[in-house]
């Protein structure tokens, strides 16, 4: 007997496998490529679910299942229709199969919209909670590579990604460790400056804060590098980023399951992507502004120079979206956080940093590295 090759869907999963198909007298028989039988299928129930087109696959389909046999060959059509006289007969499915399932999909959306919206959030937050921070510092190193394949650069192997001046290192840890000196759980910060154009900054799991040359090289004063290290310490002190590390994680598994792939990709590479292209809700960025403007107060540091940037980008760009204006497009609408600061008029008590210490961060990227600068 003849056998035709074929992809089979069992109807239960998405997941297709390879077959051979041969016509029996009461119908198909579906075989392993290894050679045992799969299952069989009555030839009254067989049907045609479209009518093939030249140069097109033939599509079968089991009558009262979603199976399908999928078969290049469409010298099947003709010595099946023997075999399954309902072949070409067109199958009408009655309006209370419809209603029934138009239910169906309406409550698997809602269920599907609070295990989305309302679960996963609420254990990325317990999960978050219970990770010791080793775990933590090494998805945010991992995080962290990733983001910077993801980021414009210099490509070739011997180019630095990271910029590695120790002296303008420094002086951002210090700036960072005066904005958090008297919160009662402090987070340990790792400052860490990348050598891409790109205007942003990113808070990655394990108190990495990542700065870019873009960033450093748009801001005109260090009260403005502090507002913005600010804000990211806000992220930082809340977790947000391996809150939506597992959340990233949990949506990929569910539609894992859904759509019957479990591989997917890499956690850390899709977080990184994420805060590229996708970035936190407007809610937590602003939760996360009034953090900035809480810390500043305390650290004595005005608000002027962080309504500057704000005010320079907005003039210079407007409200602009891409990779280049990375920090304006992720966040709430410049012109709102522009009202927001102003409207804060946090008057600046002292200098952000010394004026040796800011030309020191300007000079962060005279040194380069292929590695993070990270312990």
């Known amino acids: 007997m003849a056998r035709y090759p074929a992809r089979y869907y069992d ?43 030249e140069g097109e696959p033939v599509r079968l389909g089991l ?32 309006r209370r199969t419809v209603g029934r399932i138009a239910l169906w999909g309406v409550l698997a959306a809602a269920s599907l919209a609070g295990i989305v919206l ?22 945010g190193r991992t995080v962290l590579v990733h983001l910077v394949d993801l980021l414009p650069g210099p490509r070739t ?12 290192l420094a002086a951002l840890r210090r700036l960072v460790e005066r904005l958090g000196a008297d919160l009662e759980d402090r ?20 108190g990495i804060m990542v700065f870019t040359r873009g960033l450093l090289d748009e801001a005109g004063s260090l009260e403005e590098i502090a507002g913005i290290a600010a804000h990211e310490l806000g992220h930082l002190a ?28 890499t956690l850390a590479g899709g977080l990184a992507e994420w805060l590229v292209n996708t970035g936190y809700s407007r809610e937590i960025e602003r939760d996360a502004d009034a953090f900035a403007l ?23 760009h407007g409200e602009e979206s891409g990779p280049l204006f990375g920090l304006l497009s992720t ?18 008590l002292r200098q952000a940093m010394g004026d040796e210490d800011w030309t020191s961060v300007r000079q962060t990227c005279l040194t380069l590295q292929t590695t993070p600068p990270l312990p």
């Open 63 to 94: 009558a009262g299942t979603t199976a399908r046999l999928i078969l290049d060959d469409p010298g099947i059509v003709e010595p099946l229709r023997r075999a399954a006289p309902h072949l070409l007969r067109r199958h009408r499915t009655s």
């Open 11 to 53: 109807g239960l999963t998405a997941r297709s496998r390879a077959v051979e198909v041969e016509i029996a007298a009461t119908g198909l028989a579906i075989f392993d490529e290894a050679g045992p039988v799969v299952g069989s299928w009555p030839g009254k129930g067989i049907r045609l679910v479209e009518r093939p087109r």
């Open 331 to 348: 966040h709430p609408a410049t012109a709102e956080r522009l009202a927001h600061i102003r409207a804060a008029g946090l008057p600046g």
């Open 157 to 168: 192997a011997s180019a630095g990604r990271y910029c590695a001046n120790e002296d303008g």
């Open 294 to 316: 809480e810390r500043l107060k305390a650290a004595g540091i005005g608000t002027e120079g962080l309504a500057d940037f704000f005010a320079r980008l907005e003039e210079k």
């Open 118 to 139: 309302v679960l996963i959030p609420l254990m990325s937050a317990q999960l978050a909670a219970v990770t010791p921070d080793s775990a933590k510092y090494r998805l």
């Open 187 to 206: 987070p340990t910060v790792h400052a860490v400056v990348v050598n891409v154009p790109l205007v942003n900054a990113f808070a990655l799991p394990g």
């Open 238 to 265: 809340h977790d947000h980023s391996t809150r939506a590390l597992y959340r990233s994680f949990a949506v990929a598994l569910l539609v894992g399951v859904l759509f019957g792939d479990l591989t997917g990709g």
